[in-house]
């Protein structure tokens, strides 16, 4: 089965830093992978998708993650946070053993601070 | 607007008793899902739909139960059994069979439920 391990439980930036926000996928085949935001007592948001097409995806919110094969690298990254950035960040691959089941992470709580 | 509503937005019941928890979409997805979200364990799939009449246990269906007896709406039975019931549950849709491999979920905004 696939999965995904973020590294990382609490990332802590400055308004303005760039943002890394770590993932590793663990597949036989290619996978679709997906990175979601959820703020404080709500449901997920998807940011953006790698569905097999451009390896560097843009995303919603100035986002962007690049898939990395040789290094079963997802990383999420922002060039300058912005306090509205806050929140908690999952990573998330297609289980290719049952094709409807999105497999997530444990997820990375991204503090952002003045 | 079209989105996913789930109810209540908190519950409080007593250990040993059954809890309902409602998932309604008007989104049109024939795709429906329910995760059960714990602080530093992400989230688990309990159970999903894809289509009316039918549903797949997911990674953690031990204790729960659901129906799927109209396109928009997948109830969420939290039983009994169920050894540690206090958590944030979710309820998600996507577009279809096909379009479920794209992976992209809608989510309402959860129901916490706390067991006293």
């Known amino acids: 089965a696939q999965s995904v391990t973020q590294l990382g439980s609490h990332v802590s930036v400055s308004e303005g830093a760039l943002v890394l926000l770590r993932c590793n996928y663990s597949?036989?085949?290619?996978?679709?992978l997906f990175w979601y935001v959820q703020y404080p007592n709500q449901g997920l948001q998807l940011l953006l998708k790698?569905?097999?097409?451009?390896?560097l995806v843009k995303g919603i919110n100035g986002f962007e993650a690049e898939f990395k094969k040789s290094e079963t690298s997802f990383h999420l990254t922002k060039p300058s946070a912005h306090m509205s950035d806050a929140a908690e960040y999952f990573c998330a691959v297609i289980n290719t053993g049952t094709a409807s089941k999105l497999t997530f992470g444990t997820g990375t709580r991204l503090q952002v601070t003045l | 607007d079209g989105g996913i509503t789930q109810s209540p937005k908190y519950l409080f019941r007593k250990e040993g008793q059954n809890v309902t928890l409602s998932c309604e979409q008007n989104l049109n997805h024939d795709a429906m899902y329910w995760y059960r979200q714990d602080p530093g364990q992400g989230l688990r799939l309990i159970y999903y739909s894809q289509i009316v009449n039918d549903f797949q246990k997911g990674d953690i269906a031990e204790g729960y139960s659901v129906s799927r007896e109209k396109k928009e709406s997948f109830p969420l039975t939290v039983t009994s059994a169920q050894k540690n019931p206090t958590a944030f549950y979710l309820c998600a849709s996507s577009k279809g069979r096909r379009d479920s491999y794209t992976g992209e979920l809608f989510f309402g905004e959860g129901s916490r439920l706390t067991v006293l």
């Open positions: 597949s036989s085949v290619p996978p679709y």
């Open positions: 790698y569905t097999s097409a451009a390896t």
